[in-house]
């Protein structure tokens, strides 16, 4: 069934326009504060945001919404969202929001929700919360409502979880990382790190004023820290986007590298010392085809997932890996997260940058990438891949690709665009089969 209010990661939308509006905020406290008052305890939930002009409107309508149905409320202010995720599971609250539109631009915003285990919430329970929100919740008695209170420690707290991640027997000290924080909920915490764990920082998205989050930089827009690496000398640098999930990588020559060459590192890395889980990791289909050939060499697996860093966990957690993600540089590291993190990943990386005393340029290139093309074809209405036509189209192509190749076309999730991609080792072959089912999609459309 069609959700009216969450889509693939939480609820995201323009601010003031449904459903990011403050009396929608409102409802979706009330709701997940009453699906989550379970037990006789005193029940409290963890609300962290990024550093969007839009986060005290939206943080401020989820008060009034957590406390009014009896739920007491645990500000953090800008964190990242795995941070949300730990705070939630640390401090034993019911429940944990992440206020964050992610690598969007400031003018959005969204809603993340975590359960008691830190980990994001089932369809299920999203569904569950959205009749609630559509219905009537009880509100608390006025001797009952719920408290707000800061803690002041919560930066402490998540700067120490990720340094307990790097190896106990390594030190940052002599490397020179620029790292950008897109002015974004990492702004504080991620430098703070990498400079306590010994390096020599050059910081760049840093200085948030509500409106200039991933604005011109961060893990989407690497440009800045590319020319930034190469200006400064840096041995390497690391990008976040706007709540610090994902992460994107240069090297010392300011070449940018995705989170495939960086998931294939990390799992290649884990199963030398035995710690990777699973026999291999999981990624998207989108994933580049090399990846699967390189952890192939390596006797290592690829299990692929549709889209959406929410599939990927799912993967994991049935199959017991504990290294996913998505070439966007979303990555998973299960064994000390419950969501993608990219200030962990990143200091994954730097521990096998200090280890091997290898320039990045040669560490972070496992493997050549396959050609690879996307294409989007707008339709106005319909079901473009229903039609009798772009069934013959794709399966012509998927003959042709035996072996040499793979396609893989699915309807957008959130927009009405069909997304045509396909990798193979003939460039030209990729390109001229993209188009043809392109061409097709639109005469059907």
Same mark, same amino acid.
């Given at each position: 069934?069609?959700?009216?209010?969450?889509?693939?990661?939480?609820?995201?939308?323009?601010?003031?326009?449904?459903?990011?509006?403050?009396?929608?905020?409102?409802?979706?406290g009330?709701?997940?504060?009453?699906?989550?008052?379970?037990?006789?305890?005193?029940?409290?939930?963890?609300?962290?945001?990024?550093?969007?002009?839009?986060?005290?409107?939206?943080?401020?309508?989820?008060?009034?919404?957590?406390?009014?149905?009896?739920?007491?409320?645990? /500000?953090?202010?800008?964190?990242?969202?795995?941070?949300?995720?730990?705070?939630? +599971?640390?401090?034993?609250?019911?429940?944990?929001?992440?206020?964050? *539109?992610?690598h969007?631009?400031?003018?959005?915003?969204?809603?993340?929700?975590?359960?008691?285990?830190?980990?994001?919430?089932?369809?299920?329970?999203?569904?569950?919360?959205?009749?609630?929100? @559509?219905?009537?919740?009880?509100?608390?008695?006025?001797?009952?409502?719920?408290r707000?209170?800061?803690?002041?420690?919560?930066?402490?707290?998540?700067?120490?979880? %990720?340094?307990?991640?790097?190896?106990?027997?390594?030190?940052?000290?002599?490397?020179?990382?620029?790292?950008?924080? *897109?002015?974004?909920?990492?702004? #504080?915490?991620?430098?703070?790190?990498?400079?306590? /764990?010994g390096?020599?920082?050059?910081?760049?998205? !840093? %200085?948030?004023?509500?409106?200039?989050?991933?604005?011109?930089?961060?893990?989407?827009?690497?440009?800045?820290? +590319?020319?930034?690496?190469?200006?400064?000398?840096?041995?390497?640098?690391?990008?976040?986007?706007?709540?610090?999930?994902?992460?994107?990588?240069?090297?010392?020559?300011? +070449?940018?590298?995705?989170?495939? +060459?960086?998931?294939?590192?990390?799992?290649?890395?884990?199963a030398?010392?035995?710690?990777?889980?699973?026999?291999?990791?999981?990624?998207?289909?989108?994933?580049?085809?090399?990846?699967?050939?390189?952890?192939?060499?390596?006797?290592?697996?690829? @299990?692929?997932?549709? !889209?959406?860093?929410?599939?990927?966990?799912?993967?994991?957690?049935?199959?017991?890996?504990?290294v996913?993600?998505? #070439?966007?540089?979303?990555?998973?590291?299960?064994?000390? *997260?419950?969501?993608?993190?990219?200030? !962990?990943a990143?200091? #994954?990386?730097?521990?096998?940058?200090?280890?091997?005393?290898?320039? %990045?340029?040669?560490?972070?290139?496992l493997?050549?990438?396959?050609?690879?093309?996307?294409?989007?074809?707008?339709?106005?209405?319909?079901?473009?891949?229903?039609?009798?036509?772009?069934?013959?189209?794709? *399966?012509?192509?998927?003959?042709?690709?035996?072996?040499?190749?793979? /396609?893989?076309?699915?309807?957008?999730?959130?927009?009405?665009?069909?997304?045509?991609?396909? @990798?193979?080792?003939?460039?030209?072959?990729v390109?001229?089969?993209?188009?043809?089912?392109?061409?097709?999609?639109?005469?059907?459309?």
């Open positions: 069934m069609a959700r009216k209010f969450f889509g693939t990661d939480g609820i995201r939308g323009l601010t003031n326009t449904a459903p990011m509006t403050p009396e929608i905020a409102m409802k979706v009330q709701a997940a504060g009453t699906y989550f008052l379970r037990g006789d305890h005193r029940h409290r939930v963890v609300i962290g945001k990024d550093t969007r002009l839009s986060g005290y409107m939206v943080e401020s309508a989820m008060q009034a919404g957590f406390t009014s149905v009896g739920m007491d409320v645990t /500000l953090v202010g800008p964190l990242p969202t795995p941070a949300i995720g730990m705070l939630t +599971q640390s401090l034993r609250a019911d429940l944990g929001v992440m206020i964050s *539109a992610s969007n631009a400031f003018q959005d915003n969204g809603i993340k929700l975590f359960g008691p285990d830190g980990y994001k919430l089932s369809d299920t329970a999203e569904g569950e919360i959205e009749a609630l929100i @559509e219905g009537n919740v009880d509100l608390a008695p006025a001797s009952e409502i719920g707000v209170r800061r803690i002041d420690d919560a930066k402490g707290r998540y700067i120490h979880s %990720a340094k307990s991640t790097f190896p106990e027997h390594l030190r940052l000290d002599g490397l020179k990382i620029v790292i950008d924080c *897109a002015n974004g909920a990492a702004y #504080q915490v991620a430098p703070s790190a990498l400079w306590e /764990l390096a020599e920082i050059v910081a760049i998205g !840093v %200085a948030p004023d509500g409106k200039n989050i991933n604005k011109g930089c961060g893990s989407t827009a690497p440009a800045l820290l +590319q020319e930034t690496v190469v200006a400064s000398g840096a041995h390497i640098g690391i990008a976040l986007d706007g709540d610090a999930d994902r992460l994107i990588v240069v090297d010392e020559k300011g +070449q940018v590298v995705d989170g495939d +060459q960086l998931m294939a590192l990390i799992a290649t890395s884990w030398r010392s035995g710690m990777l889980a699973g026999g291999g990791l999981v990624a998207t289909v989108m994933s580049n085809l090399g990846l699967e050939r390189r952890l192939a060499s390596e006797g290592l697996t690829l @299990e692929r997932t549709g !889209v959406g860093d929410r599939y990927v966990l799912e993967r994991m957690r049935t199959k017991g890996f504990n996913g993600g998505e #070439q966007s540089g979303h990555i998973i590291l299960s064994d000390y *997260a419950t969501t993608g993190d990219g200030l !962990v990143a200091l #994954q990386i730097l521990a096998e940058l200090v280890a091997t005393g290898k320039p %990045a340029s040669e560490l972070l290139h493997f050549d990438k396959v050609p690879q093309l996307l294409k989007n074809v707008r339709f106005s209405g319909g079901k473009p891949l229903d039609d009798a036509r772009v069934k013959a189209a794709i *399966a012509e192509a998927e003959a042709e690709f035996v072996g040499r190749g793979r /396609l893989v076309i699915r309807p957008s999730g959130t927009e009405p665009l069909i997304r045509v991609m396909a @990798e193979g080792d003939d460039e030209a072959q390109h001229r089969l993209v188009d043809m089912i392109c061409d097709t999609v639109k005469d059907a459309a």
